[in-house]
């Protein structure tokens, strides 16, 4: 399977010194607490325009009653250049039952004590070799906290004993190397060492509303890139551009949209629901007017065996600054359980046909849960891709694509998760540092295309699913293909986090482009010396590897870095009056064109007073990221009229960066997160001048 995903390639190297007692257990107790360009953008009918283990258990159901049809009945072949991933969506955040797995015991939820350690150093020895690298040769195993893991428990488990690592179900004492959160880094308070496993503002920023905001922020710079995200209205604030657009595109006879709805904050495919007509639209849930995004319905997936089916790409950001990107090579497909028809009126509800999601077309009668990985309602990536390669499809294509997706999609969402950083982590306070496990839906096009569906902040972890056993009666049973992709994401998500590892690791990079060979180079043989022979990593970095083809689209991140200069007071995320006034003044940005600071305060509060209005629960007042951003366009746009947006941005950015002095991006770096990174990774740099590369998927 390695072709498909490009250049990686492992080296094992079978110098390294032994590890000696690496297995050796830390004789600290553990705590007794009780349970607990891309192709064509068009979608559906109208473009997108410039807008801002085998399984331990038989199934009830027999391979031959499945569904999926030979592949002969698949429609692309002979088609072009794509191939066709299916993609699963099995979130499930926030669910607190406890496991009931055959043969395991009810597991109990272990509740953490506060760390009153800081830093447990696990090298007990180490020495340096010619070269710089750091080499251990005894070591405590490392440690991890996995009372908060939940649903993932099982998969985390399974890791760390290949790992030969140290968990500690029920928390610890002392502090742990690695904590697994189930939902959010506040899972767990009072961590001021170690590692999480979730970053703070994770879960707001990937809400529907917020992660579309985004991915619209970047629409309106760089339009071209960011034509993988349906085009999009947020509810109920947009109705009257969102009717507006219907009625237009009504005028024509020929084209019948439809709209795929979607509450915020849903999951699961909860909520959802196709209309095709505003009147369908149900704004109104009981007496409150409920947000949800509604979106573009992509009218012609590819289908595979004339089903609709989309794919679950796992996402790990390692940090955040320097930006580090890894991503799974191994995913799930998932299918829907009803062949596949373009919208009427008639099918429009009929979930298992339209939506993807595991936790709806387990319910049909159609779902057939495999033994094997690439047969059934569930599959492995992989296996999806091998089958349209061996019809002709070029498969690294897609992949390439689908690497682009990523990295442009994280680089919308940074902007707002640097914001929570400083504010959760501010630098200077003792703190841990952060690193999360993403899951991307991404459906395929039958141009093979891939749209982002959306991002999942808490993808599910479990390896088993339910089964019936008697009526009513539900058990969990292992389930393989699961178990395959997702203990391969967390156990080398571990490998990858390893404090010891990363020093070694983070001494290799140069440049500003770390190269990944010899990070896996590094990671194989420490696995051959230490645990025994653990497969070839299934994350490939794809950032900084590819930093100069997608630099040049980190704009926002420095817009950031100016609003978080004038935050002023650590753990703000709003900018008041005054401090807005002080970044006008600095930035001598009123000296233009008479735009005196009564303009100024004008502008504050216009644009403050939209941004806050509909802003769920926020008790904070103040200017917001987004409103700032939205506030500098406007400035850019005044200052440098005949320019487009873009460039208006990069010269008004180079203006204000200028004012701020030599020192403004180390002041940037350490005003952010600077914790997050292995400090001797500092040569990755945002761009500051503006190369105007083209985004050409690596
Ligand atoms: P949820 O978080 O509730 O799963 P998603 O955004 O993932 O919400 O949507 C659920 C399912 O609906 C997806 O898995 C996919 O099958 C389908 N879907 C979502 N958005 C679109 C779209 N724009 N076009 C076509 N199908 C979509």
Known sequence: MSDYYGDVKFHLDQNKPSAGDAGKEDPEEQLHVSASPERSSSIGSFPISKQRGKSRTKQGKDETTCCVKPVSDWPLLGSAAYPSPAVINLNNPGCEQALRIKGTGKILQGKAESNGNCGSRNVQETHSREDGCVCSLKR????????????????????????KWKEFPLGRRAACDIYWHSASFHDNENIISGQVNKFPGMTEMLRKVNLSRAVRTMQELFPEEYNFYPRSWILPEEYQEFSTQVCMVKKDATVNPTF????????????IYLIRD?????????????RAVVQEYIQTPLLIDKLKFDIRLYVLIKSLEPLEIYIAKEGL???CTEAYQEPSQKNLSHVFMHLTNYSLNVHSGNFVHSDSQNTGSKRTLSSVLFRLAAKGVDIKRVW??????????VIAVVPELTVHYQADIPPGKPGPTCFQILGFDILLMKNLKPMLLEVNSNPSMRIEHEREVAPGVFEYVP?????????????????????????????????GACEDEEVDSELQ???????????SLCLKQVYPKYTKQFNYLRLVER?????IRFLGIKGNMRLGPTAFRTFIRTCKLSNFRNFSMASVDILYIDITRRWSGPAPNSKETGMGLQAFVEAFFYLAGRRFKSLVLREQTVSLLELCEAQLGPHSNEERRSLSCSRALPRTIKTQTLCLSNPQLNSAAP
Request: glycine share 8%; net charge positive; hydrophobic share 40%.
């Open 525 to 535: 043989s420490r696995s051959r010396d230490e645990m025994g022979n653990l497969p």
């Open 260 to 271: 795929i709805v979607k509450p915020d904050g849903g999951s699961q495919g909860n909520g």
């Open 479 to 511: 389930s393989p293909v699961d178990e395959e992709v997702k203990v391969g994401v967390i156990r080398d998500t571990l490998r990858l986090m390893d404090p010891f590892q990363e020093k070694s690791v983070s001494s290799r990079v140069k440049g």
């Open 400 to 409: 390439s694509d689908i690497i682009a997706l990523v990295i442009k999609t």
């Open 140 to 163: 405590k195993p490392v440690t991890v906290d996995i009372s908060k893991a939940k649903t993932s428990l099982e998969a985390l488990k399974l890791s760390i004993k290949q790992l």
């Open 278 to 290: 505003l009147s369908d639209l149900k704004l109104i849930v009981g007496s409150q007017a409920k």
């Open 559 to 563: 817009i950031t870095a100016l609003f």
């Open 333 to 335: 497909a998932r299918f």
